[in-house]
């Protein structure tokens, strides 16, 4: 299985502030990688696909970039209502696998 | 719009079976090239591919679970299931199902629909 190493696990920052959350494959995976955000209780939601396409009604302030095995998540000003957690997905091959999570807190 | 609904049992005991069913509205379960998927979320953990079924037959599993899973899909119902044998309790979690589809044979747009999640205690 291809391992997908996620970090940091969580962090706790400002309205407005930029966060950065990256993802890590144990081996090339091209861009077969996809960004979810799960609130608490809720199913997660597609943010990015394709580790750089932003989903349909998908705030521009989400991004992603990356190819190979490393890959970034970007909040570019992070807003009250994007609490949650994030988690990378890769599809390059099956099983498809997650990473561990990122939990997003407001300090 | 594309709904799914897992429903079944809230608790099953040790070595017994659990079984759920994923009920989708909004559209048909055989067209297109889609997949159904279920996913499982132990509380406070990450997410884990259970496995699918193609829109037209055909399965994959996840092999760390494949001696025990079986995942059906019922056309007439527009419904598809999942047996999960010999359940102990790390098969305590909330399950997901949830739709993909492909676009030359690759994953397009993730995990597009899902459902709500139902959690599945295994306890005597």
């Known amino acids: 299985d291809i391992q997908m190493t996620q970090s940091p696990s969580s962090l706790s920052t400002s309205v407005g502030d930029r966060v950065t959350i990256t993802c890590q494959a144990s081996q090339d995976i091209s861009k077969c990688l996809n960004w979810y955000q799960q609130k608490p209780g809720k199913a997660p939601k597609v943010l990015i696909y394709g580790a750089s396409n932003l989903e349909t009604g998908v705030p521009s302030r989400f991004s992603g970039s990356g190819s190979g095995t490393d890959f970034t998540f970007t909040i570019s000003s992070l807003q009250p209502e994007d609490i949650a957690t994030y988690y990378c997905?890769?599809?390059?091959?099956?099983?498809?696998?997650f990473g561990g999570g990122t939990m997003v807190e407001i300090k | 719009q594309v709904q799914l609904q897992e429903s079944g049992p809230g608790l099953v005991k040790p070595s017994q079976t659990l079984s759920l069913t994923c009920t989708v509205s909004?559209?048909?379960?055989?067209?297109?090239?889609?997949?159904w998927s279920w996913i499982r979320q132990p509380a406070g953990k990450g997410l884990e591919y259970i496995g699918r079924?193609?829109?037209?037959?055909?399965?994959d599993y996840n092999p760390s679970l494949k001696s025990r899973v079986t995942i059906s899909v019922d056309r007439s119902k527009n419904q598809f299931s999942l047996r999960l044998t010999s359940v102990t309790a790390a098969d305590t979690a909330v399950y997901y199902c949830?739709?993909?589809?492909?676009?030359?044979?690759?994953?397009?747009?993730?995990?597009?629909?899902w459902g709500q999640g139902i959690l599945v205690t295994v306890s005597s």
């Open positions: 909004g559209g048909s379960i055989s067209s297109g090239s889609y997949y």
């Open positions: 079924i193609y829109a037209r037959g055909g399965t």
């Open positions: 949830a739709r993909h589809y492909d676009i030359s044979a690759k994953m397009a747009h993730g995990f597009d629909y």
């Open positions: 997905q890769q599809y390059d091959d099956l099983p498809f696998t």
